[in-house]
Each structure stands twice: as C-alpha cells, then as structure tokens.
C-alpha cells in the first residue's frame, strides 16, 4: 500500500458523501456448512485523536466459511468514554472490551 495523501483523503470523503445521500444497501453472501465456519475479528483504537483528548474505537466482526468467502455479523465504531492515558492502557481495554463485544453478540 502506498503512503497516504492529501489526494486520498479527498477521494474518501467523496465516497462518504456519495454513501450518504443515496440508497445503498449491503448484500450478505450465503455462507457454506456453517458448523465448520470460523469467526474473525479486526479492532482498532485511536489514542486522544478527538476533541478534548478524547479516544476511539472500531471493532469488525465477520464469518468465514471453508471457501475463505466471508459475512460481517458486527461492526462498530464508537467514541471510548473511558478515559485513557497511554497507548498500551488504551490497548489492553480495548482487548478487553472486544472480547466481551464478541462473547455478548455470540451467546
């Protein structure tokens, strides 16, 4: 992957405002054997990168079957009310709150 720029950004928020203001829609493929499909999980956190120091979140939750062909079941990206200091603090509560995010949504 290239280095972001300037340029990359503009055509993101293009994208953003096209998804916005049209009807979209996602469509969820059908999933072989479902016994046999695995969960997958991607977090990311972002330390003091919203007004007044404040931190995120996103957490995205997929299936996938034998055939690597895969379905998101979860997604979110939210503002983190808690309040952090450090890097790895931000880290380890958010593996946290990932682990009880994904054992919630499967129960």
């Known amino acids: 992957m290239k280095k972001p720029v300037v340029q990359d950004i503009i055509e993101a ?9 049209r009807n979209t829609r996602i469509t969820l493929p059908k999933l072989e ?15 003091a990168n919203v007004e007044n120091s404040g ?10 079957d034998k055939n690597a062909k895969v379905c998101p079941i979860a997604w979110v990206y939210k503002r983190i009310k808690r309040v952090v200091m450090s890097p790895w603090q931000l880290k380890l509560w ?4 990932e682990l009880n995010c994904v054992s919630t949504s499967i129960a």
Do not use: P
Not at 13 to 21: D, E, P, Y
Not at 33 to 47: A, E, P, Q, R
Not at 59 to 64: H, L, R, S, T
């Open 33 to 47: 054997d479902l016994k046999t499909c695995k969960i997958i999980c991607y977090t990311d956190v972002s330390l």
């Open 94 to 97: 958010h593996c946290w709150k």
């Open 13 to 21: 928020n293009k994208m953003v405002r096209k998804v916005t203001t």
């Open 55 to 64: 931190s995120q979140m996103g957490i995205f939750v997929m299936m996938e």
